[in-house]
């Protein structure tokens, strides 16, 4: 994230993903009023990893209404009721702590275990 401040300072409106590093490190940081503030602006980039980590970010500040916003947009896209939620960030993700992460916020929040890794 260190390497992102100057460019985002910088920036006169930095593009929403230009904030998927910074949400990213807050959530590990579990510094959620930041990591809440950057995934809302990347969640206008990002369809599926973007909400993902609204969700996570909100629960971590335990704001069910950011919960609540952004988990039928996970629930609602094609490309996860096609394949399952972590079936396809496994194709984009690599980490494995995070895609950890994403199930247990993901499974907290109310998602069906199958819909995790199977088609819904």
């Known amino acids: ?3 992102m401040v100057p460019v ?3 920036s006169p409106g930095p593009p929403p993903w230009y904030f998927v ?3 990213l490190e807050a959530l590990r940081m579990q510094d959620y009023d930041q990591a809440v503030g950057h995934a809302l602006v990347y969640a206008e980039a990002d369809r599926e990893l973007g909400p993902i980590l609204a969700v996570m ?3 971590g500040l335990g704001d069910a209404d950011i919960v609540n916003r952004y988990l039928p947009q996970v629930l609602d896209l094609s490309s996860f009721r096609s394949m399952g939620v972590l079936t396809r960030m496994r194709q984009r993700i690599s980490d494995e702590r ?4 994403i199930r247990v ?3 907290t929040a109310g998602v069906p275990p199958a819909a995790l890794n199977a088609p819904f």
């Not at 995070?98 to 992460?101: G, K, V």
């Open 8 to 10: 985002m300072t910088d």
């Open 57 to 59: 970010a909100g629960q």
């Open 105 to 107: 916020a993901l499974l």
């Open 98 to 101: 995070l895609l950890r992460d």
């Open 1 to 3: 994230m260190r390497l």
């Open 21 to 23: 590093v910074p949400a």
